[in-house]
């Protein structure tokens, strides 16, 4: 199993809402990322997760909140965002941090707010 | 400077020819490099990992110069199905995986 699984795949969210992303992988990677992909814009780093701790955050808005409750699933909360915030949100992962190697990406929840 | 900087391109080719991009990177302690492709609408699926050796897959060739820290892929016999964007990334630290702005590629028939 090679899948990194993101849901749900789109979102519509009014600027209010509280809504939540959620990624799974069960291929034991103990290093798990959010990236933020705006249109003809390559991804851009968010957090990144590594043995369940955060361990980067890029300067990211407070409205925007990980969580990883456990070594096979990462949330990102959404609270009070704004329409700018719309883009594709990538989750990955990679076998460690303490190791360079490729990282395996999800399909990615396209994020509309109105 | 941008830690990964391509060419955006877009690169508009004929079927059959051979391409090639390059990438910078700036932090010269970075450890592992990667060639990605995304398709439209699309997640980032890895392409190739490049070695200092330089290495070869099919008719993908990818190179690294640490020396002048730029890193290549070379495409040959390029298919239409090879139309794609192509992502550098580059490992400046281990716990950092970061993107170049990426290469559009059209393959035309």
């Known amino acids: 199993d090679t899948e990194v699984t993101q849901t749900p795949k789109h979102l519509v969210m009014g600027m209010t809402n509280k809504k939540s992303l959620k990624c799974e992988q069960h291929?034991?990677?103990?290093?798990m990322y959010w990236y933020k992909q705006k249109a003809k814009k390559p991804p851009e780093l968010m957090f990144v997760y590594s043995y369940e701790k955060l361990s980067i955050n890029e300067s990211v808005p407070s409205r925007f909140s990980p969580e990883c409750p456990n070594s096979s699933l990462l949330n990102l909360h959404l609270h009070a965002l704004q329409p700018e915030d719309s883009a594709l949100y990538l989750c990955?992962?990679?076998?460690?941090?303490?190791?360079?190697?490729?990282?395996?990406f999800g399909q990615g929840t396209r994020l509309t707010v109105v | 400077r941008k830690e990964v900087e391509q060419d955006p391109g877009p690169f508009n080719v004929p079927e059959g020819a051979t391409v090639a991009f390059n990438c910078t990177y700036s932090n010269s302690a970075s450890q592992s490099f990667f060639w990605y492709r995304q398709d439209c609408r699309k997640e980032p699926k890895l392409l190739m990992s490049?070695?200092?050796s330089g290495n070869e897959d099919g008719r993908f060739t990818a190179q690294l110069n640490r020396a002048s820290q730029y890193i290549s892929l070379l495409i040959r016999d390029s298919k239409l199905s090879d139309s794609a964007t192509y992502l550098c990334?580059?490992?400046?630290?281990?716990?950092?995986?970061?993107f170049g702005s990426g290469t559009r590629l059209s393959i035309r028939p």
């Open positions: 490049v070695y200092s």
């Open positions: 291929m034991g990677h103990r290093a």
């Open positions: 990955a992962s990679s076998p460690s941090d303490r190791v360079y190697t490729e990282a395996f």
């Open positions: 990334v580059v490992n400046p630290s281990a716990s950092k995986i970061i």
